[in-house]
């Protein structure tokens, strides 16, 4: 494997790394603090059962519903995909009723048939396969095992290229591929690295390697023909470009970030070497390489002397961000507890400050879809009239000013509070969750969210994806329960807020 240590794990350190705790020992007690957490759980809890019923009522097994027209809608195969996805939030908040029907719904479920459109493989994967995972191993019933297989064994084809490097759009009907585009063989990278988590803790379960080597052979793939060299589009060890092709395995464009097509390769490295009870080192040694570039070249200090994560390579930093960029400080604080790593926690830490900082600033306390930053020292002659105006009142400006109730800011807080255990970190939430129920609730849900500067006068968007009660609901509900539930200790996060058990162990086969 070029320029990493290899693949064998050095068992030394698995041992240290074992004994290395995650979450916080030191949460503040208190009788009239406990009342209080149960109360904002319960407060949470009730938003989503509003929300659920609403889908049940109109859309019961269609992949979404339009809060706005309650209209059923097919985005994701047509199989249900806010049904699965939503599993484990349904079993983890105790809705025992809710998920017994649930479960009915999911086995007469038939993933050979879908609704005649492609569809994005890496979303079937996250979102279906993820979810019946995880449905499996908090309710040990078989039955969610045995679909998360089924779709698994229908998806594997999807990988049936010239390197295994998958479509990144699939058709179940007549077993085709495409990209989003068309029918080129262009894949992102979150597309081609979001599997290893699910597979690998899918073979554990079935005792079959076929799912952990398809999606490890995507790293075999890219290490192997891809070098970097100034010039070209990969031009630093670690920091991968975004698109590829699937039929050669190299990199053809886009700047790394860790943004949207990105985000989630960078994710799995270092939760799928956790998930794998430290025994998959590659994943850790693409990690240490990857976060060498990424604090060279995409984090960046703003002109208010925040920390920023922006898009860049040797060849200069572009200062604009997303709101998927902002799942990184979680992930960085949970590979600094794992690894024991104070430095790396504290890099976290101020990259969570100007995450948070673009919620905190609005007055609907909701963030941008997307926003930019000026980076320190730099001129500002560039910048629009109204952008200058923005980065001066709240130190960031607003690309795209929308809100999809997209978890990634909220997620982020709540790693720090279960890292922390410092009571902040829930209020921040519990301020973002009254931004929410004012300014997005509705009878069929939860919409997005136009323009947060203005709030629900601004209009609403008619959207409510499956990702709302996997994660959005799932990490605010789980910064005021008792923290033992779903302990960082006992559990690791997929992409999309599926936990899956840390204690099944693994000796490197299955």
């Not at 109109?58 to 994701?76: M, Q």
Request: negative net charge.
């Amino acid at each position: 494997m070029r320029g990493l240590e290899g693949h064998v794990p050095r068992q030394n350190e698995i041992k240290r790394f074992s004994k290395n705790q995650v979450q916080a020992s030191n949460f503040t007690d208190g009788e009239s603090l406990k009342k209080m957490r149960a109360n904002r759980a319960k407060d949470v809890r009730s938003g989503f059962l509003r929300a659920w019923k609403a889908y049940k009522k109109y859309a019961f097994g269609a992949d979404e519903i339009n809060p706005l027209t309650l209209e059923p809608l097919t985005t994701r195969n047509g199989w249900g995909a806010t049904l699965i996805d939503a599993l484990d939030t349904i079993h983890i908040m105790g809705l025992e009723d809710e998920f017994k029907d649930a479960a009915e719904k999911v086995k007469t479920i038939n993933f050979d048939k879908n609704d005649g459109e492609p569809s994005k493989v890496f979303e079937t994967n996250i979102r279906y396969i993820g979810g019946l995972i995880s449905a499996y191993e908090l309710s040990n019933d078989q039955m969610f095992l045995k679909q998360a297989t089924a779709l698994a064994d229908i998806m594997l084809e999807a990988f049936d290229t010239p390197t295994g490097i998958p479509w990144q759009m699939w058709d179940v009907q007549t077993g085709t591929g495409s990209s989003e585009s068309g029918p080129s063989t262009l894949n992102n990278l979150a597309e081609i690295g979001t599997y290893q988590l699910e597979f690998f803790r899918l073979s554990q379960h079935t005792g079959d390697p076929i799912y952990h080597k398809a999606a490890q052979r995507v790293y075999d793939v890219i290490l192997d023909q891809n070098e970097p060299k100034k010039g070209t589009p990969y031009a630093v060890a670690g920091l991968y470009p975004i698109f590829l092709n699937i039929n050669t395995g190299k990199f053809l464009a886009g700047k790394p970030n860790l943004g949207g097509g990105s985000d989630s390769f960078y994710e799995y490295l270092i939760k799928t070497w956790a998930l794998s009870g430290f025994q998959l080192q590659r994943c850790l040694d693409m990690w240490n390489e990857s976060l060498q570039g990424i604090k060279k070249y995409i984090v960046s200090r703003g002109s208010d002397k925040r920390l920023y994560m922006g898009i860049g390579d040797d060849e200069g930093l572009d200062s604009i961000s997303d709101t998927f960029t902002c799942f990184f400080p979680g992930t960085l604080a949970l590979a600094g507890r794992l690894l024991d790593d104070k430095e790396t926690i504290e890099l976290a830490h101020q990259l969570l400050l100007s995450s948070y900082n673009t919620f905190s600033r609005m007055p609907t306390h909701i963030g941008p879809e997307n926003f930019g930053f000026l980076p320190d020292g730099d001129d500002d002659s560039d910048l629009l009239k109204s952008q200058k105006a923005e980065i001066k009142k709240y130190g960031f400006y607003l690309d795209r000013p929308y809100y999809l109730m997209r978890p990634e800011v909220i997620e982020s807080i709540f790693y720090f509070y279960r890292i922390t255990g410092d009571e902040k970190y829930a209020d921040w939430i519990w301020e973002i969750w009254q931004g929410i129920k004012a300014n997005c609730e509705v009878d069929g849900g939860f919409a997005g969210l136009r323009d947060v500067r203005v709030g629900r006068e601004g209009g609403l968007i008619g959207k409510q994806e499956s990702f709302v009660f996997s994660e959005t609901f799932k990490y605010i509900y789980l910064a005021f329960t008792e923290p033992n539930v779903i302990s960082l200790d006992d559990y690791i996060f997929s992409t999309e807020g599926h936990p899956f058990k840390r204690s099944i162990p693994f000796n490197g086969t299955f």
